[in-house]
């Protein structure tokens, strides 16, 4: 069986992991990194270190970089952009969506994408990975990149998946963030955070069901409050803050949450459900529900 030529330009952490699974999954594997150490657990492993960035690219007819910064990708492959014509550019490096969309023409072929993995989970199915751009890129090069993850496609637009990357991580910030304020609130009267884990993994798949049922209130622009309407919320909120207060434990998180959701109340959503907060978050809040 013949295997697709990749070249990984990026060694991080994240960089090695990629060009391991690729050299697992039996891949030759071409890699560059600015400081050419890092290549050399790779290099022991049957990959082939290229010397310039130049090399690397015209190494692979795939192409995936996975750099610190759209800044540091633009210093690094902007001198070479003649000898991506004719390969595809798989982009793994974090930004915003319009970076993806100003480099979407670099290469005859181009993929943005977004890893949601640490570099310890890449090639398990533990580990999924967020594509757009270049619809027949991703179907001709689907099979070497699922060495990596589990892959989803959004479409043509190539800002889509760093979109999605941002907003994944934004509820992933906001769970932990919960997460740790509630151990502290807890661990101000002894209870171990270890202790309060499993409770707090057992909430945070029940609030999935609420993520569902609110996804198809926003979609319907109604917010009818079939659980419990934005002023139960607020009461609750409430009593939040002052044991937080009480407790000595930072209270400008659940106070944020409580400002929120008064100004939904204010714009006239007091007896709709927790969903009508989007209209805030959306920056143009509606009265009624």
């Not at 070479?80 to 390969?87: E, I, Q």
């Not at 993850?149 to 479409?155: D, K, L, Q, R, T």
């Not at 409050?225 to 409430?238: F, G, P, V």
């Amino acid at each position: 069986m013949s295997y697709e030529p990749v070249t990984v330009i990026g060694l991080g952490l994240m960089g090695k992991a990629l060009a391991t699974a690729f050299l697992n999954a039996g891949h030759p594997t071409t890699v560059w990194n600015r400081t050419p150490g890092k290549a050399d657990a790779l290099a022991a492993r049957g990959a082939v270190v290229a010397p310039t960035v130049g090399d690397a690219v015209r190494a692979s007819s795939l192409v995936v970089v996975c750099l610190t910064d759209y800044t540091v990708v633009r210093d690094t492959l902007a001198p070479h952009r003649a000898d991506l014509a004719g390969r595809t550019l798989v982009n793994l490096t974090s930004g915003t969506s319009a970076e993806a969309r100003e480099t979407a023409g670099w290469a005859s072929d181009h993929l943005d994408g977004a890893i949601m993995a640490v570099p310890g989970v890449i090639a398990t199915p533990e580990a999924f990975l967020l594509f757009s751009g270049s619809a027949s890129a991703f179907e001709r090069h689907e099979e070497t990149l699922k060495c990596l993850g589990n892959g989803v496609y959004f479409g043509e637009d190539p800002g889509l998946a760093s979109l999605y990357d941002v907003a994944l991580l934004g509820v992933m910030w906001g769970t932990l963030n919960a997460f740790l304020h509630g151990a502290a609130l807890l661990g101000a009267a002894k209870v171990d955070a270890s202790v309060f884990a499993p409770f707090a993994n057992q909430w945070v798949a029940s609030v999935t069901g609420f993520v569902s049922e609110y996804a198809g209130q926003i979609d319907q622009g109604a917010y009818p409050a079939e659980d419990a309407s934005l002023d139960t919320h607020l009461a609750t909120m409430r009593y939040l803050v002052r044991e937080s207060e009480a407790a000595g434990v930072d209270t400008e998180w659940p106070a944020l949450i409580q400002t929120l959701a008064e100004r939904a109340r204010g714009a006239g959503h007091a007896g709709a459900s927790y969903a009508s907060l989007i209209e805030v978050f959306r920056g143009t809040p509606r009265s009624g529900s």
